[in-house]
């Protein structure tokens, strides 16, 4: 009983990456337009130190948008803070610490954040690990779901009060999460989130990308219902040439390397949906949307499920400690 259920999200997996690159291989990557300056407008980049969330933050610092990079490794995140002053010297961008695998790093950088008095037009929910063997988070969670679901869920909480007020009706603040196609074969299993009965890291890792566009989902109907000027949108990347792919099996990683030349996007191509999500125009009031190679597109069918989404935000909150009640009020 054991092996077919830990063989069937790995076939799954590969199933989606298959038909993600044969998109790729007959579809060109978007194309970020030029979009209006974003003087004064202050951004937050998880992950921003390298691959997509460095093309990110690069991106927005070029348009005028105060960025901070939101990163484990100071090491790393000061030397993309140099690399994009040394190519924008006028771009303000700094880095700030923050590991999502630690509940009370979270809590620090918020506090941090918001003793500087600074406003919030952007957050960009953009860190993430892939296919990790099993392992927990300081606070005891299975790595991908506390990583990459509950690290995010809890930041934007906590910073949720900063994006209403830096909101208005006619120039809304924006939330971008990060998502990918392994979400449409992700089962979310609210008896077992930590993956402990049967520990599959292709299980575990598309799950926490499935609880992330439905955490999207139901955070914009709250935010919709109560008049908040906060936008969410979740994006999909697509499959692009970054470190995400390291822990690939040696095989895995033999097949990938000229298969990611010839068919993976670029990290820049990679970020250009989350550029167009936090910066275009046209994104100006619109929320709840699945994005992918700059469209608009259906997710899967769970994601849409409300009562599964609402199950999943009250067991979050649960889980980090936040209320369940009325968040709004924050």
Not at 66 to 88: F, P
Not at 131 to 150: A, C, I, K
Not at 228 to 245: A, H, I, R, S
């Amino acid at each position: 009983m054991r092996l077919p259920t830990l063989i069937l999200p790995v076939l799954k997996l590969y199933l989606v990456g298959l038909k993600v690159l044969l998109y790729q291989l007959f579809n060109k990557s978007f194309t970020v337009p030029v979009f209006p300056k974003q003087n004064g407008r202050v951004a937050i980049v998880t992950g921003g130190a390298k691959g997509m969330g460095y093309e990110t933050a690069r991106h927005l610092t070029s348009l005028g948008m105060h960025v901070v990079i939101a990163g484990n490794s100071e090491e790393e995140g000061l030397a993309a803070v140099q690399k994009i002053r040394e190519e924008n010297k006028k771009g303000k961008v700094e880095f700030q610490f923050l590991d999502l695998a630690s509940l009370k790093s979270i809590h620090q950088f918020v506090q941090t954040f918001k003793g500087r008095g600074l406003p919030l037009h952007v957050l960009i929910n953009n860190a993430g690990v892939m296919l990790v063997p099993e392992s927990q988070t300081e606070d005891g969670f299975e790595l991908h779901l506390g990583l990459n679901y509950l690290g995010h869920f809890l930041l934007t909480n906590l910073l949720l009060d900063a994006l209403k007020r830096s909101g208005s009706h006619d120039s809304c603040t924006r939330i971008i999460t990060v998502s990918s196609a392994t979400h449409y074969v992700g089962v979310l299993n609210l008896q077992d989130l930590q993956s402990r009965s049967c520990y599959s890291a292709h299980g575990a890792y598309a799950q926490s990308k499935l609880a992330l566009v439905l955490f999207s989902y139901y955070l914009q109907q709250k935010l919709t219902s109560k008049g908040f000027p906060v936008m969410v949108n979740v994006v999909d990347p697509g499959m692009v040439n970054t470190d995400l792919y390291k822990n690939l099996c040696t095989p895995a990683q033999l097949i990938k390397r000229p298969v990611a030349w010839l068919l993976f996007r670029t990290p820049a191509e990679g970020a250009s949906t989350a550029i167009y999500a936090a910066a275009s125009p046209a994104m100006e009031g619109v929320g709840g949307c699945y994005l992918y190679n700059g469209r608009r597109t259906q997710s899967s069918t769970t994601s849409y499920d409300e009562d599964l989404q609402a199950q999943l935000w009250r067991q979050s909150c649960a889980l980090v400690g936040l209320p369940v009640g009325d968040w709004s009020a924050n």
